[in-house]
């Protein structure tokens, strides 16, 4: 009888231990699973956490990297806007210079044609000073009687005549232009060689045509050439044009735009000899 007491006591303690085994198992397994799924979530929280802000720190660096490169791109595109800025002035410049010397050089050759139709010697000269009169219309040219320039002498730019010489010195010479208000010279209509009238200055840009016939009208264009009457200016030299006619006047008035213009006065010829007065009959 007590063997079999001792015997359900054996059995209930190792039932007993089993069980306790069995539940501090499940506990432990729970605790375990329990603190990985912990630790799993706390590595995920901390893992996005470092990834944000390396995401971050690498966006930042780009931008510093793209700030740095434009910043250093922009200095060198100014750099090269600057130097084709200098580039396209230089070459304006020597544009503008080419200009002037085919300019020149068309003037140069019209002269050179228009002084080999007179036989009359003369010397080249170049305009150095214009007067700074409104009322007076006078240049200086750089030749004087050292170089053979008389007073009276027609002066002739590439178009045409532009005055006389007014007063002469050494080395340099006054000339009087057309449109000054002393000026007056004897033309005659290309057109109608016959009919002779007096070109006389203004003191503007254009001249007036004086004491021509009442029957005569000479229409918008016509060229005027100096008659050479009076032994001053030799005949046949251009003067100007017909610019308008203003009928209401008696006689009517007759402007003359000159073949001058004292902007672009720059080269002239002084014809040195004057033709022989006029016999009288």
Not at 78 to 97: F, S
Not at 219 to 248: C, D, H, M, N, Y
């Amino acid at each position: 009888m007590a063997v079999r007491r001792t015997v359900s006591r054996t059995n209930t303690t190792v039932l007993k231990s089993f069980l306790s085994g069995l539940l501090f198992g499940g506990v432990f397994l729970l605790i375990l699973v329990g603190g990985w799924a912990a630790v799993s979530a706390s590595a995920e929280v901390v893992g996005g956490g470092s990834v944000g802000m390396v995401t971050g720190i690498a966006r930042l660096w780009q931008g510093v990297r793209f700030w740095t490169t434009n910043l250093f791109r922009t200095e060198e595109v100014a750099q090269e806007a600057r130097q084709l800025h200098k580039k396209v002035a230089r070459l304006e410049a020597e544009n503008t210079q080419l200009r002037r010397y085919a300019e020149e050089n068309k003037r140069l050759r019209a002269l050179l044609q228009l002084s080999q139709t007179f036989t009359q010697p003369y010397i080249a000269a170049e305009v150095i000073a214009l007067g700074g009169s409104n009322w007076y219309h006078t240049a200086i040219i750089n030749k004087g009687s050292r170089e053979g320039t008389v007073n009276g002498a027609p002066v002739l730019n590439h178009q045409g005549l532009v005055g006389r010489i007014w007063e002469v010195r050494s080395h340099h010479s006054v000339l009087l232009l057309l449109t000054d208000r002393r000026s007056a010279i004897g033309v005659t209509l290309s057109r109608h060689p016959k009919v002779h009238g007096i070109v006389k200055g203004t003191g503007g840009q254009w001249c007036e045509l004086v004491h021509l016939s009442r029957k005569v009208i000479p229409p918008i264009g016509e060229p005027l050439v100096t008659s050479g009457l009076g032994g001053v200016f030799p005949k046949g030299i251009p003067v100007g044009t017909v610019a308008w006619v203003q009928r209401q006047t008696d006689p009517p008035t007759v402007w003359v735009r000159p073949f001058l213009t004292q902007q672009e006065l720059r080269e002239v010829i002084v014809l040195t000899e004057l033709p022989p007065l006029p016999q009288p009959p």
